[in-house]
C-alpha cells in the first residue's frame, strides 16, 4: 500500500494499457498465431507417416532378423545387405522424428513468444524471426532424412527384387 491509500500493481503492465487492448488487438493476435497453429497440425501429419515408415522398417528387421535364425534364406547374402539398409533408414528416420518433435515445440514457442508481445507489448520480435527460423531448419532438417530414407528403401527394394528380373529391368 502507498502513501496515497493506492496499491501497487504488481502487473507487468499498467490497467490504462489494457484498456487500449481490445477486441480487435485481440483478433489480430490471434490471426498471427493462426500459422504457426496450422504448422503444428502440418508437422503432425508428418511426424505420423515417419513414425508410420519407421515402424515398417522396424518390423520389416526383425523379420528378416526371424528368417535368419531360422536359416531359410536362399539368399542370404541379399537378406544381410538388406538388415543393413534397414538399420539405417531406422536412424535416419529416428533422426528426421527428433527435429520434427522439435519443429511442433518451436511452432509452441512461436505461439507464445507472440501472445508475450501482444499482451505485454515486449520488443521480441527478432525472438520470434529466430525461433521461425530454427522451426523452419528443423522442419528442412526432417525432409531431408526422410528422402533419404525414401532412397534407401529403393535401394533395399532393388536388392530384393534383384533375383527375379532381368539384368535390363534394372535401371
Given amino acids: 500500500m502507498r502513501e496515497d491509500g493506492t496499491y501497487r500493481s504488481s502487473l507487468p503492465f ?5 484498456e487500449n487492448f481490445n477486441i480487435e488487438s485481440l483478433s489480430k493476435l490471434m490471426q498471427l498465431s493462426i ?16 513414425t508410420n515408415r519407421l515402424g515398417r522398417a522396424i518390423d520389416r528387421s526383425r523379420n528378416i532378423v526371424k528368417e535368419l535364425d531360422l536359416e531359410k534364406l536362399i539368399a542370404r547374402q541379399d537378406s544381410m ?5 534397414l538399420i539405417r533408414r531406422a536412424s535416419l528416420l529416428r533422426l528426421s522424428v527428433c527435429l520434427l518433435v522439435m519443429s511442433i515445440f518451436f511452432s509452441c514457442l512461436m505461439v507464445l513468444f507472440l501472445f508475450l508481445k501482444g499482451f505485454w507489448v515486449l520488443p521480441i520480435d527478432t525472438v ?4 521461425f527460423s530454427m522451426n523452419m531448419a ?12 525414401i532412397f534407401l528403401s529403393l535401394k533395399a527394394l532393388k536388392i530384393e527384387v534383384s ?3 532381368r539384368p535390363d529391368d534394372q535401371a
Fill in 35 to 50: 500459422s504457426p497453429a496450422v504448422l503444428i497440425s502440418a508437422v503432425g501429419l508428418l511426424l505420423l507417416t515417419v
Fill in 138 to 149: 528443423a522442419l528442412l532438417g526432417a525432409m531431408g532424412y526422410l528422402l533419404a530414407d
Fill in 14 to 18: 499498467k490497467i490504462s494499457d489494457m
Fill in 128 to 131: 520470434v524471426v529466430g525461433i
Fill in 163 to 165: 533375383r527375379h528380373l
Fill in 81 to 85: 545387405a538388406q538388415l543393413s539398409i
